[in-house]
Nanobody, 121 residues
Framework: EVQLVESGGGLVQPGGSLRLSCAAS????????MSWVRQAPGKGLEWVSA????????GYVNSVKGRFTISRDNAKNTLYLQMNSLQHEDTAVYYC??????????????WGQGTQVIVSS
């Protein structure tokens, strides 16, 4: 059974940092692309970042480029999202997702339960 368990969310002041983690199990983590997707209050889903299976290729939505860094530890079956210089607009539930392929192609095969990030002073 595929399981994706996010952690690391919380309340942070503008300009602060958080690191999200996603512990994966039930599949060969190193063989699949992984992504972070978020949903802000009252808004739709927004893809944030993805890392292909080898981590050599990553991508970001323009609004987080230079502030967020996606990484993966294939030995620990864990995906990370380091979020710096957080802004009010980053407030959202962040979901870890698994692709059906080694490269990210816009698809989401499995989702975690999400972790809440609130950026507020």
């Amino acid at each position: 059974e595929v399981q994706l368990v996010e952690s690391g969310g919380g309340l942070v002041q503008p300009g602060g940092s958080l690191r999200l983690s996603c512990a994966a199990s039930g599949f060969t983590f190193s063989s699949y692309a992984m992504s972070w997707v978020r949903q802000a209050p009252g808004k739709g889903l927004e893809w944030v970042s993805a890392a292909n299976s080898g981590d050599s290729n990553t991508g970001y939505v323009n609004s987080v480029k230079g502030r967020f860094t996606i990484s993966r530890d294939n030995a620990k079956n864990t995906l990370y999202l380091q979020m710096n210089s957080l802004q009010h607009e980053d407030t959202a539930v962040y979901y870890c997702t698994k692709s059906a392929d080694p490269w990210w192609n816009g698809g989401y095969e499995y989702w975690g339960q999400g972790t809440q990030v609130i950026v507020s002073s």
